[in-house]
């Protein structure tokens, strides 16, 4: 069983920047693809951006692309997001997600992950 634990988010205004942190245990991290979601109050969780296993491959919402980068240490079994040119509507919980589908590509879906962080709030003022 892997534990997923977040850190990072806070507020900050528009324009500024975060970078949040996830630190995993219990699992073999250098093997699993991770994630980073979002949810915004009376909204559903969305795909913000993935890594797969290596790091060599990430993929973006639309929404955050060119502003946000994910990146992965496996020899800290950590998964960054660095935030960028932030936006109020940015403003939600993100969580950090694991997933063991044996994909060499990152994962989109919410469904196809396993383990989920307890989130991490960011806000962002006008």
């Known amino acids: 069983q892997v534990q997923l634990v977040e850190s990072g988010g806070g507020t900050v205004q528009a324009g500024g920047s975060l970078n949040l942190s996830c630190v995993a245990s219990?699992?073999?991290?250098?093997?699993?693809?991770m994630g980073w979601f979002r949810q915004a109050p009376g909204k559903e969780r969305d795909f913000v951006a993935g890594v797969n296993w290596s790091g060599g491959q990430a993929r973006y919402s639309n929404s955050v692309e060119g502003r946000f980068t994910i990146a992965r240490d496996n020899g800290k079994s950590t998964v960054y997001l660095q935030m960028n040119n932030l936006k109020p509507e940015d403003t939600a919980v993100y969580y950090c997600?694991?997933?063991?589908?044996?994909?060499?590509?990152?994962?989109?879906?919410?469904?196809?992950?396993?383990?989920w962080g307890q989130g991490t709030q960011v806000t962002v003022s006008s």
């Open positions: 219990g699992g073999t991290f250098a093997k699993i693809n």
């Open positions: 997600a694991g997933s063991e589908i044996p994909l060499t590509v990152a994962v989109v879906r919410s469904s196809g992950y396993d383990y």
